[in-house]
C-alpha cells in the first residue's frame, strides 16, 4: 500500500491570530440568524403525513359501506403487545350482507399497549384493518385510550377496494345454482 | 420645562432619586438581556424561541400583545416570579453565611461601577457640555477597573463557600483568569489616556474628558479612537470578554467540564442575582468599550454630538439633547450586548491552557508593544 504523505503546511500569521475564521464565522452565525426558521409551530401547524405513514390502526368500510373485517382473529393472535381483542358475531340473515361469513360483535384495540408495529395490517386478509395518518392519541383515562369498534370504524372511514371478493363469490355461487359453470 | 422644584430638593435626595432611578433602568435591561439571550441563541440556531407565554387575561388584546409575546416578555416575567418565588434550598455541606452573602457580593460591584460611567451630555446654560452622570470624579476608568475586579470575590466566595469541587475549580479558574487578563485590559487603555493627557493641560482619568477629546473638530479631533487604536480596542474587547466570562472565555461556568462552575450548589433567586450581576457587568464593560473607543453619545465619527444639536437646535434644550444622546450611547451599549451574544454562537470555548496562553503570551506582549509604540509616537509627535 502506498503511503501518501500528508503535506500539513503551518498556519499563516493571519489564521494563528484567529481573525480571519472568527470574522467568517460571524458572518456563517449572523446568515442563520437573519434566515427563517426551521421550526414547525406544532398545535397551529401541522407536519405534512407521507401517504405510507403508518399511525393509529383502524378498521375500514369498503365502497359500499359493508364493513370489511371478518373477525378471522389473525390480527389479535398476531398481535405482539396483544392489544387486540375480538369479540366475533353473526351477521344477521336479514342483511344484505348475509353473504359475508361473520363479523366483529366488538372490536377493541388498547392504545396504551399498541406499539404501531403494523403486523396486524399485513396480516388481515381482508385488509380491513389498516394503519392511517393519525399521529397523536391523548385520553385522560385508560378507558379513553381503547378504541372500541365504533371508534375505530370513525377513524377508518371508507377505503377503495378493487376486489369486493365476497359480492364475486356470490354472484358466482348464483350462477354455480342457476345452472352455469363458473 | 420648570425643573426648579428637583433642584430645590436636599442634595442627598437628590443624589438617592438619580440612584435609583439609574438602577431602575439597568436592572431591568440587565434582565432582558437574559431574555435576549435565548431569543438571540434560539435565532442563531434557526428557532423561533420562546414565543408562548402570555397571562390568561392578556390573550385577547390585538397587536401589541401578540408582539410581546413574541418577544418573549411574558416569558422574562414568568421566570423571574419563578426565581423569587420558588424554594430557595441551602445545602447543608455549605458555609450558610458566605454561601448566601457572595451573591449578594457579586451584585454589589455590578451596581456600583455604573456611577461613574457617562451616559449622556447635554449643554447647560453657559454653553458648557456637562454628563449625565452620577459620580462625575477624574479617576473614573480607574474607578470602574478596581471595582469590577472586585466581582471576582463574589465568585471565589462562592465557589469556595459551596465545598465542593467543580465550584472550587469554578472559582479557582476565574480568580486565574481575572489576573491573567485584567493586566492586558489595563495596558490596552493606557495609549488612550496617554492621547489624552497632552502635556500642559490637566492630568486626567475621566471616562467624559476621553469622550471629550473624539468630539473635537477636525480629521483628528473627531476620530474615534477605535481607528486611531485598533489594537489597543481589539485587546481591551478580548479582554473584556474574558473579564465577564463570557464565551469563549466562560471558564469559570464552563457547563461541559465543570458541570455549572461556581453556580453549581446555588438555585432559585441566589443563582438568578449572579446572572443578573454578570449581564450588569456586561453592560458597564460595554459601555466602558463604548466611551473609550466609540465616541460615547456621538452618533458617527467626525460628527459630534454638539453637530447634532445645532442641526436640531437642540442646545437650549438639556431635557431633549441629553435624552437623545443617553439613547445613542445606550443603543450603541445594547449592540455590543448583542455582539457579546452572537460571538457566543461563533466560537467554541477555549480550553483552559488556551485561555492561559493566549493571556500571557499572546495579549499581555501585544499590549506592551502597543503601549510602547504609541508611547514613542506621541513622544514624536510633541518633538516635531
Known amino acids: 500500500m502506498a503511503i501518501i504523505p500528508v503535506d500539513r503546511r503551518p498556519l499563516s500569521f493571519a489564521e494563528r491570530t484567529y481573525l480571519p475564521q472568527i470574522i467568517s464565522g460571524l458572518s456563517t452565525t449572523w446568515k442563520r440568524l437573519v434566515a427563517p426558521k426551521e421550526t414547525l409551530e406544532y398545535p397551529e401547524q401541522r407536519p405534512e403525513i407521507p401517504a405510507n405513514y403508518r399511525g393509529v390502526p383502524t378498521l375500514v368500510k369498503d365502497p359500499h359501506g359493508r364493513e370489511k373485517c371478518v373477525s378471522c382473529q389473525l390480527c389479535e393472535f398476531v398481535c405482539p403487545p396483544k392489544a387486540i381483542r375480538i369479540t366475533p358475531g353473526d351477521i344477521p340473515a336479514d342483511s344484505e350482507n348475509a353473504h359475508v361469513e361473520k363479523a366483529p360483535k366488538e372490536f377493541e384495540i388498547d392504545m396504551l399497549r399498541c406499539i404501531f408495529c403494523g403486523l396486524c395490517q399485513e396480516v388481515c386478509p381482508e385488509e380491513a384493518i389498516w394503519l392511517q395518518k393519525q399521529y397523536s392519541m391523548t385520553g385522560y383515562t385508560r378507558a379513553e385510550m381503547v378504541n372500541d369498534k365504533q371508534r375505530l370504524y370513525e377513524l377508518g372511514g371508507t377505503l377503495p377496494d378493487d376486489h369486493f371478493k365476497w359480492d364475486r363469490k356470490k354472484e358466482a355461487e348464483e350462477a354455480a345454482a342457476q345452472g352455469g359453470h363458473h | 420645562m420648570d425643573l426648579s422644584i428637583y433642584f430645590n430638593l436636599p442634595l442627598w435626595l437628590r443624589l438617592a432619586i438619580q440612584g435609583a432611578a439609574v438602577i431602575a433602568v439597568l436592572f431591568p435591561i440587565a434582565a432582558a438581556c437574559s431574555m435576549a439571550e435565548r431569543k438571540i441563541s434560539a435565532w442563531i440556531q434557526g428557532r423561533p424561541g420562546p414565543n408562548r407565554t402570555v397571562p390568561p387575561f392578556l390573550a385577547g388584546i390585538p397587536i ?29 455541606h455549605v458555609n450558610k453565611l458566605y454561601f448566601v452573602l457572595a451573591p449578594i457580593l457579586s451584585m454589589i460591584p455590578a451596581l456600583t461601577t455604573i456611577s461613574v460611567v457617562p451616559f449622556g451630555a447635554y449643554f447647560d446654560k453657559a454653553g458648557e457640555l456637562v454628563p449625565i452622570i452620577l459620580a462625575n470624579v477624574d479617576v473614573g476608568l480607574l474607578a470602574v477597573f478596581a471595582v469590577a475586579s472586585l466581582g471576582v470575590y463574589a465568585i471565589i466566595l462562592a465557589g469556595w463557600a459551596s465545598n465542593s469541587k467543580y465550584p472550587f475549580l469554578g472559582a479557582v479558574r476565574a480568580s486565574a483568569q481575572l489576573i491573567s487578563y485584567e493586566l492586558s485590559m489595563t495596558l490596552s487603555v493606557l495609549p488612550v489616556f496617554l492621547w489624552v493627557n497632552v502635556p500642559g493641560g490637566m492630568g486626567t482619568l475621566s471616562l467624559f474628558d476621553v469622550v471629550q477629546s473624539q468630539s473635537q473638530p477636525g480629521l483628528w479631533g473627531g476620530m474615534w479612537y477605535v481607528f486611531l487604536m485598533p489594537v489597543s480596542a481589539f485587546v481591551f474587547l478580548v479582554a473584556l470578554f474574558a473579564e465577564t466570562n463570557r464565551l469563549p472565555f466562560d471558564m469559570a461556568e464552563c457547563e461541559a467540564d ?33 466611551l473609550l473607543f466609540l465616541g460615547g453619545w456621538n452618533p458617527l465619527p467626525w460628527i459630534p454630538l454638539s453637530m447634532v444639536s445645532d442641526w436640531l437646535s437642540l442646545g437650549d434644550n438639556p431635557v431633549l439633547l441629553g435624552a437623545l444622546a443617553t439613547v445613542l450611547f445606550i443603543g450603541k451599549v445594547l449592540f455590543f450586548i448583542f455582539f457579546f451574544m452572537w460571538v457566543r454562537w461563533t466560537l467554541p470555548r477555549f480550553r483552559y491552557d488556551q485561555v492561559m496562553k493566549i493571556g500571557w503570551q499572546k495579549l499581555l506582549p501585544l499590549s506592551i508593544g502597543n503601549l510602547v509604540f504609541y508611547a514613542v509616537v506621541i513622544a514624536l509627535l510633541e518633538r516635531f
Open chain 2, 64 to 92: 401589541i400583545v401578540p408582539i410581546l409575546q413574541n418577544l418573549g416578555l411574558f416569558q422574562l416575567a414568568a421566570d423571574g416570579g419563578k426565581f423569587v418565588f420558588k424554594e430557595d434550598p441551602i445545602p447543608g
Open chain 2, 258 to 290: 465543570l458541570v455549572g462552575g461556581f453556580h453549581t450548589e446555588y438555585g432559585a433567586f441566589k443563582w438568578s442575582l449572579f446572572f443578573v450581576a454578570e449581564y450588569c457587568h456586561m453592560i458597564v464593560g460595554s459601555a466602558v468599550f463604548v
